[in-house]
């Protein structure tokens, strides 16, 4: 997401595509930056996301520039509009994530409700035994009939 952001950013103040090289390592920032909110417990938080997205928009922006990114387009867009586009993706990103977040725990919770549900076992009646048939189980004449009653020879026996 935050690669994303920050070519959408740069795309929005007139900055064009980043390099091939230039996408790989802002792919690796991404990767790093995702990683480090997953394994962080506190990051769930809007104020943490908001700190975590807005140091990789910062380092996509580095990379960017090192990439050969100009700030001024040939329209002669401010540098302003690339903040405000910047910091626009880092508070909207931060929300969506921080919505997301709480939609998943707020349906966590209701399908862990819906497991515990208490479920009333079927009450069993009085189980009757079978004593005998006049006729063998179909069961038992599949297998004899599947069972070959076919020996050797009777000149290898001996």
Partial sequence: MTATLAVAAH?????????????????????????????VRDT????HLL????????LGHALLGVGG????????????????????????????????????????RVLVAAARRDRHPVAVTSSTAFVSADQPLQSLRFLSASLSHRGPPAGFAR
């Fill in 51 to 58: 700190a975590v997205l807005a140091v990789g928009q910062l």
């Fill in 69 to 108: 990114h100009s700030h001024q387009s040939a329209e002669g867009v401010p540098p302003l509009l690339m903040f405000a586009a910047h910091f626009a993706a880092v508070v909207v990103g931060a929300a969506l994530i921080a919505a997301g977040g709480r939609l998943a725990a707020a349906v966590s």
């Fill in 44 to 47: 769930a938080d809007f104020r």
């Fill in 11 to 39: 795309g929005t103040a007139g900055g064009g595509l980043p390099s091939s090289p230039t996408a790989a390592l802002l792919a690796l920032l991404s990767i790093t930056l995702g990683s480090l909110v997953a394994t």
